[in-house]
């Protein structure tokens, strides 16, 4: 497990590129990777105080960002962005509704 915002994930994001990772989403927040050599690692993906919090069954050590979890949180992101967060939502303001 490895939290995005306390780890090193320059050189993991480099390697996600390089494996051409096939990644399906199980549900919001977990998802499998498939790496080049055939492996098939789960990936969770969940926010707390810390921040953005990967955990993946690869070998890899805790606290090292591994490729399939970097891999996950792009889709994991981009899928965010698409959800509607009531606490991030802005509301429209009235001189935009005044222009529909
Ligand atoms: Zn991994």
Not at 37 to 48: A, I, L, M, P, S
Not at 87 to 99: F, V
Request: glycine share 8%; proline share 5%.
């Amino acid at each position: 497990m490895f939290t995005i915002e306390k780890t090193e994930i320059a050189k993991a994001i480099q390697n996600a590129k390089a494996l051409h990772p096939t990644v399906r989403m199980i549900r919001f927040g977990e998802y499998t990777v498939t790496g080049a050599q055939g492996g098939t690692y789960t990936v969770r993906c969940w926010r707390d105080r810390e921040g953005k919090n990967v955990d993946c069954t690869c070998p890899t050590r805790d606290g090292i960002a591994c490729k399939h979890g970097l891999a996950a949180v792009d889709l994991h992101i981009a899928v965010a962005r698409m959800r509607p967060e009531p606490k991030e939502t802005t509301r429209p303001s009235a001189a935009t509704l005044g222009r529909v």
